[in-house]
């Protein structure tokens, strides 16, 4: 450990990989603090305009491991660009967009580009230090997932505030000078190439694009039962015939796009996944019910609302930097999960009477679940996944946590459809108590590892 805090971190290699892995996460909650107000100028509800949070997180659960393997077959590099290019045009057709249709294809573009980030970022990083002969510092892994954390806690202010200065445009005209100045960045970034490739095995079969196509129809067969105003157990018979379908293409190939086999021998992996679900679930609820229920229901504008949003982001950021210095994995999970459930009744007690400095405790409990369980479930998966598929561990692990966020904004345009309401948002907190409960019965096989696995330190 000393060794690896002395490592130097190329900040010029570092800075374009952290505005590029920084713009997912933005791009996902500005539009928290800016829905209101966009749909208000298209003249559509909140449910109506819940697509725009769906359509990104869609795109980005099928596009994060495809961008993975295209950066690990072409170069991480030219993907990486790739991505930078992708969201430059995505943001003009946002700024410029004349109708609602336009800002779907505009988010689409959205969440193909961003997802390009983090993969070749990653791979951009273990090619760097491997060819140096040195194991990538805990350090720079620690920045990328810091950065992260910061533009998700932080976006729903800027939105907020880009929102009150700008209009609802002024959250996709960010991203310009952004990309540009990556790009312009990105020059110190050299192209280490891609990894040789085995003559047997075509690009159709590397791409595995069969599996990519029924992970896809399966993604979208499970989003139209979540976003169904009513629930048939009938309409569950189409995901699940594709699931099944899915692990029985995967199983059989020797490049999958999802590796069933790795979740089959590592149980306590998939246990890591579903956790990141849950909790993702819970932490979007937070980043969008909230903004919504302050502005329609507490009246405030986008950006008092981001205000009113930003001690919960510095809580996290400062909560989370604190509990990344710690080795005690369970601890900092079971932590996470009391917390969590501290925040699902406060949630509960909010109402139209409540008063803004008790709003602002809140918000402080909210941020403090937040930066504890990002960092905690990191810390988990890092224990659990096999050293020589860390890639494929992180990045099923980013899938799992956008199906969280689907499930997340699918509710909300559910029982936001009529407009937003006390009894809506204590729906959604009953909701998000039950996943706490799920949470705390998963800590109960992590507890039980950690007494005969010396890996996981209590």
């Known amino acids: 450990m000393p060794n690896e805090v002395k490592e130097e971190v190329s900040y010029r290699f570092m800075l374009p990989l952290i505005l590029g892995t920084m713009m ?26 819940a697509i725009l949070i769906t359509s990104l997180y869609v795109t980005a659960t099928i596009a994060q491991p495809l961008m993975g393997r295209l950066a690990d077959i072409f170069s991480a590099k030219k993907i990486n660009l790739l991505g930078f290019v992708l969201v430059l045009i995505a943001a003009l057709i946002g700024v ?31 090619k760097k230090y491997t060819l140096e002969g040195k194991p990538v510092p805990g350090r720079v892994l620690g920045i990328i997932a810091v950065s992260a954390q910061v533009s998700m806690v932080l976006g729903p202010v800027l939105g907020g505030l880009l929102a009150q200065w700008f209009g609802w445009r002024g959250i996709f005209f960010i991203n310009i000078p ?15 190439g891609s990894a040789p490739a085995d003559r ?26 979540l976003m169904s105003n009513s629930f048939a157990l009938l309409s569950l ?7 099944v379908v899915l692990i029985f ?45 302050l502005e329609a229901v507490k009246h405030m504008s986008p950006a008092n609302t981001g205000l009113m949003m930003l001690p919960e982001s510095a809580m996290a950021m400062l909560m989370g930097y604190l509990v990344s210095k710690s080795t005690k994995v369970f601890r900092q999970n079971l932590w996470g999960v009391l917390i969590m459930l501290l925040t699902c009744i406060c949630w509960l007690t909010l109402n139209e009477q409540s ?11 909210m941020g403090t679940a937040e930066g504890i369980n990002i960092i905690a479930n990191q810390a988990l998966l890092n224990t659990e996944a096999p050293l020589a598929q860390k890639g494929v561990s992180f990045g099923l692990s980013r899938t799992f946590g956008y199906l969280g966020a689907i499930i997340s904004s699918s509710q909300i345009k559910v029982l936001f459809h009529t407009g937003v309401t006390d009894h809506s ?33 209590v």
């Open 24 to 49: 997912n996460p933005l791009n996902s909650t500005m539009l928290a603090t800016a829905l209101l107000t966009l749909c208000n100028s298209f003249k559509i509800s909140i449910g109506q305009g």
């Open 249 to 293: 293409w995967e199983r059989s190939q020797q490049s999958p796009f999802i590796d069933v086999r790795l979740l089959a021998n590592k149980p306590a992996l998939l246990l890591v996944y579903i956790r990141a679900l849950a909790t993702t679930y819970v932490l979007y609820q937070i980043l969008y019910a909230m903004p919504q229920w």
């Open 96 to 126: 410029f967009a004349p109708s609602f249709p336009w800002l779907i294809l505009s988010r689409i573009m959205l969440g193909l580009g961003t997802s390009a980030a983090y993969p070749s970022a990653m791979a951009l990083i273990s």
């Open 355 to 365: 008063s803004i400095c008790y709003i602002f405790l809140v918000t402080l409990v």
């Open 178 to 192: 952004w990309v540009l100045l990556a790009l312009y960045l990105s020059r110190a970034i050299p192209d280490y």
């Open 425 to 457: 948002f204590h729906i959604i907190g009953y909701t998000v108590l039950y996943s706490c409960a799920a949470l705390v019965l998963l800590l109960i096989p992590l507890w039980l590892r950690t007494r005969n696995n010396s890996r996981v330190v």
């Open 237 to 243: 018979v189409a995901p699940v015939m594709l699931l």
């Open 200 to 225: 047997s095995i075509s690009l159709f079969k590397r791409l595995d694009v069969p599996g990519i196509i029924i992970f896809s129809a399966f993604l979208l067969a499970l989003l139209y039962v």
